[in-house]
Every structure is written in C-alpha cells, then in structure tokens.
C-alpha cells in the first residue's frame, strides 16, 4: 500500500490541473511561455501518475481497469472483473 500522504498529494495535482487547465490552454494559444512559467508546477497535466484505486501503487498501473498488476490478478482470481478469466491451454 502507497502512503496516505501520496495519494492525496496526487488529488490535489487533479485539482490543480482541473482549475488552470483554461488559463494554461489560453497562454499556450498566445504563447505566452512566461506567463505559462508562472502559474504553479502542479498545475501541469505532465505532472500526473496514474495510481492503483486500490492500494495506491503506481507501478503495474493497467489502464483499462485503474488498477495494479497485483489487485488486478487478485480481483480476476476473486471473479469480480466480469469477462476476465484465468488462461490454460
């Protein structure tokens, strides 16, 4: 499990990008590189890392499902990803 303090540093990034994103878009428009300069550092979409919704890890992020490797396989194991099943041939 990820600390607490990462994954709510990570939801302010969220509200951050959401609250410039049209005052970035605009200076990006005009080209506006200073002004662009000075809003903050976390307000950069860049700055993102997609974590598990689970247990807060970053690396073995599946897009699809918003999860680890790890709570991924243990969720289709568990059978609660419909349409998701083990491989044997």
Known sequence: MAKKAWTEREKKKRELVKKYAAQRAELKAKRDYVGLAKLPRNSSP??????????????????????????????????LIPGVTKASW
């Open 46 to 79: 860049v700055r993102l890392v997609n974590r598990c919704q689970v247990s807060g890890r970053r690396h073995g992020y599946r897009r699809k499902f918003a999860c680890s490797r790890l709570v991924f396989r243990e969720m289709a194991l568990n059978g």
